[in-house]
T-cell receptor
């Protein structure tokens, strides 16, 4: 199994600013993903974070809004840029260690005012 | 994008009763997984069932999968107040590892 930590756990941000969320895994993993969970909703995949190359974004998500870095096999960041109240969500990173099972971080609760 | 529907959206039962949640999906899958989420926190993996399996058990959990109907069910037997949470099904297609989630069922177990 993999243990995942995220920073910050929560934040309140002003409209128009940006926030970078960090995801740290205790072991090297091949696949890392970023999800968004809007209030009262299910999870939606934002992108796959690829080590050493550009992230692969899902339909409806773009790099300018959600730039992602993955410098190595244990760490990734997601930036939420030029925030608006509609970006208020829980953002979760997850990893797949090569088995079918996927592990999730505790999430970052973002509120944009 | 969401994979499909879960029903019911909300379920309220008494402690000791069984809870059944259903999940439908749209595309061919590699496997289907069930997760639990307590009060908007991180997700906990409950059980995984592969596309060539029809039923799987883990403790008080029983999962079935019907690929011809593109549906799955999660049964929690002898429920406890601590089972109160949101439950999500998620499917994996191909080798991407990407999870596509259903809408979720909110379960409340009354003591």
């Amino acid at each position: 199994s993999a243990v995942i930590s995220q920073k910050p756990s929560r934040d309140i941000c002003q409209r128009g600013t940006s926030l970078t969320i960090q995801c740290q895994v205790d072991s090297q993993v091949t696949m890392m993903f970023w999800y968004r969970q809007q209030p009262g909703q299910s999870l939606t995949l934002i992108a796959t974070a690829n080590q050493g190359s550009e992230a692969t974004y899902e339909s409806g998500f773009v790099i300018d809004k959600f730039p992602i870095s993955r410098p190595n096999l244990t760490f990734s960041t997601l930036t939420v840029s030029n925030m608006s109240p509609e970006d208020s969500s829980i953002y979760l990173c997850s990893v797949n260690d090569g088995s079918y099972e996927q592990y999730f971080g505790p999430g970052t609760r973002l509120t944009v005012t | 994008s969401q994979q499909g529907e879960e029903d019911p959206q909300a379920l309220s039962i008494q402690e000791g009763e069984n809870a059944t949640m259903n999940c439908s999906y749209k595309t061919s899958i590699n496997n289907l997984q069930w997760y639990r989420q307590n009060s908007g926190r991180g997700l906990v993996h409950l059980i995984l069932i592969r596309s060539n399996e029809r039923e799987k058990h883990s403790g008080r959990l029983r999962v079935t999968l019907d690929t011809s109907k593109k549906s799955s069910s999660l049964l929690i037997t002898a429920s406890r107040a601590a089972d109160t949470a949101s439950y999500f099904c998620a499917t994996v297609s191909g080798n991407t590892g990407k999870l596509i989630f259903g809408q979720g069922t909110t379960l409340q177990v009354k003591p």
